[in-house]
């Protein structure tokens, strides 16, 4: 709940530190003395709009910070978890600050911690719900209708299924429909494709294939040259007169003649005897050689043809030969992939199919459990609303199937009502007036009490044209809300002062040559005093505190 609010320099206050107190806390005072200052602060402090009269000093900052303290276990988890999302530490108690510079700037703090003026909004409204004197025309929005239906269900699971199941869905479908696009502007891509993939197939060509020709088609073309060398190389070594085999087998007899004269030569015979071996095989490896170059006209012939047919594929392709195949390789991918395409759109569409089928199974859990929850909170809002001097009211919900699902499920949620007998129910903007809509909210206010998950309700002079016993109903149903609930409200009606657990007066006064608001609590005799006050006639009288006394002594 709400704890302290400390004010500087804002509107009508210099400087306000005010405790709040749990319970129903009024806020009394002449017309124009500022209650709803208060409320306007606090509504600062969480993110609201600034007013344009917002810094009474305007040499100086504005200033609000409200401190809270949280002991409802599931409220606290969800404002922790908000924080942890946030990047914020999470702590058993929490600041909220907002401070307006005289240049109209706005800077916002959680914990003491700079943040945006959008988070300070996010966390104000897991913290305090303001029902001004305008804010019951939010009852009329389906969203609001929807969302008290829910809450007052208690079945965050169902609710957060349904949107799970819906965004999932939607994905499965963008996936889809991304891939049908993709399909159809790759059409003609296939196309050319499909040609460029079947005249490679046609080519055939083979991984190491051009490297290959070109080694042969070097060979075979200079076949006349290298025969011819080949030849010189035989006549040397063999087949002249002064061949190097004569040569070596007369250097051999030589070696011979030498031996017979007792000359040790053994060892010079046998390297000359090893070099005539060795230039006969050598001989023999050239004959080979060149015996390889003959009939082979008609290869080479081939080997150009292919490679002809090779560099022409490639300058169709804009590519290098030496590159063609490993292009072919990456075309043939990229065909196949396309090939599969229909494959792949299957496959979505039938991912698309289970996801829908799943949004409408927890769709339809969540309709059931809608119709119940609303049966319910009807039949208590009914019963309150014939305390609020509106006992013909017929409150009930409705359900009306959207024309497309959302992440909220299949139907719109629509209050109606009827303030006449017999009449049939109709929407609450077509039935309720201003002040049927004010009590309404209240008796909603009520009716979902125990459900509520914000500890702070601040309703400002929600009793707005109501009086009499009506208004004595109107504290007593605040009073009750109180006891769940930390609640503030202004008010005019002394049946609504007198069932507060606490109550503030606002009073304005002249300071200065300027007017300042003070609010202060009241105690005993004070609170008596006021309450007489606003029942109305002299103040002062026994009969008026009289008065005062039995409406304060009724609560």
């Known amino acids: 709940m709400l704890t302290h609010l400390d004010v500087h320099n804002y509107t009508l206050v210099d400087e306000l530190n005010l405790e709040i107190k749990c319970g129903l806390t009024t806020l009394t005072g002449e017309t124009g003395a500022g209650k709803s200052l208060l409320l306007d602060a606090i509504g600062l402090a969480i993110g609201n709009k600034a007013r344009g009269d917002a810094i009474s000093d305007p040499t100086n900052n504005a200033e609000v910070t409200a401190s809270f303290e949280l002991s409802h276990q599931v409220i606290q988890a969800k404002v922790q978890q908000w924080l942890s999302d ?3 530490p999470a702590q058993s108690d929490y600041q909220l600050k907002r401070i307006i510079t005289p240049q109209g700037r706005s800077r916002c703090f959680i914990n003491g911690r700079a943040v945006t003026l959008t988070q300070l909004q996010h966390l104000g409204a897991l913290l305090v719900n303001i029902h001004g004197q305008h804010e019951h025309q939010a009852l009329l929005n389906h969203h609001t209708q929807r969302k008290l239906v829910d809450t007052y269900g208690n079945y965050p699971h169902l609710t957060q299924a349904v949107k799970d199941a819906f965004n999932h869905w939607q994905s499965a479908q963008n996936a889809l429909r991304h891939a049908q696009q993709q399909a159809d502007a790759m059409s003609a891509q296939y196309q050319l494709l499909k040609y460029q993939v079947e005249e490679l197939e046609q080519l055939n060509l083979q991984a190491d294939e051009l490297q290959n020709l070109e080694a042969q088609q070097k060979r075979l073309a200079n076949a ?24 070596l087998t007369h250097i051999i007899g030589q070696i011979k003649e030498l031996q017979k004269l007792g000359l040790n030569s053994s060892e010079a015979y046998e390297l000359f005897n090893t070099a005539l071996i060795h230039n006969q095989e050598a001989v023999d490896a050239i004959e080979q050689f060149a015996l390889s170059f003959e009939g082979d006209e008609s290869s080479l012939q081939a080997i150009e043809l292919r490679l002809s047919e090779i560099y022409t594929v490639a300058r169709k392709h804009k590519i290098n030969p030496a590159a063609l195949y490993s292009h072919q390789q990456e075309l043939l991918a990229e065909f196949a992939q396309l090939n599969n395409s229909d494959e792949h759109i299957q496959a979505l569409e039938e991912a698309v199919n289970e996801a829908q089928a799943t949004y409408n199974q927890n769709s339809q859990q969540l309709t059931a459990a809608r119709v119940i929850a609303a049966k319910k909170i009807s039949k208590a809002i009914n019963q309150h609303l014939k305390t609020l001097a509106m006992s013909d009211a017929n409150f009930c919900i409705t359900f009306e199937p959207l024309t497309q699902p959302s ?6 949620t629509t209050f109606l009502i009827s303030t006449i007998p017999n009449k049939p129910p109709a929407p609450l903007h077509k039935i309720a007036s201003g002040g049927e809509l004010s009590r309404i909210g209240l008796a909603i206010q009520v009716a979902t009490a125990t459900t509520h998950t914000i500890p702070t309700l601040i309703f400002d002079e929600v009793d707005a044209g109501i009086g009499g016993t009506t208004g004595n109903v109107v504290g007593n149903l605040l009073r009750k809300l109180g006891t769940n609930a930390q609640v503030l409200c202004v008010t005019h009606l002394a049946q609504v002062a007198s069932k507060a657990h606490n109550h503030l007066l606002v009073q304005k006064s002249k300071y200065k040559n300027s007017v300042r608001s003070t609010i202060q609590y009241l105690q005993h005799d004070a609170v008596i005093s006021e309450v007489a006050r606003m029942v109305g006639g002299p103040v002062d009288t026994k009969a008026s505190l009289a008065h005062a006394r039995e409406m304060l002594n009724s609560r």
């Open 86 to 88: 946030n990047g914020l």
């Open 224 to 247: 006349e040259a290298s025969q011819s060398i080949s030849q010189n190389i035989i006549d040397t070594s063999r087949d002249n007169e002064f061949s190097i085999q004569n040569q």
């Open 407 to 412: 992440q909220h499920g299949d139907e719109n």
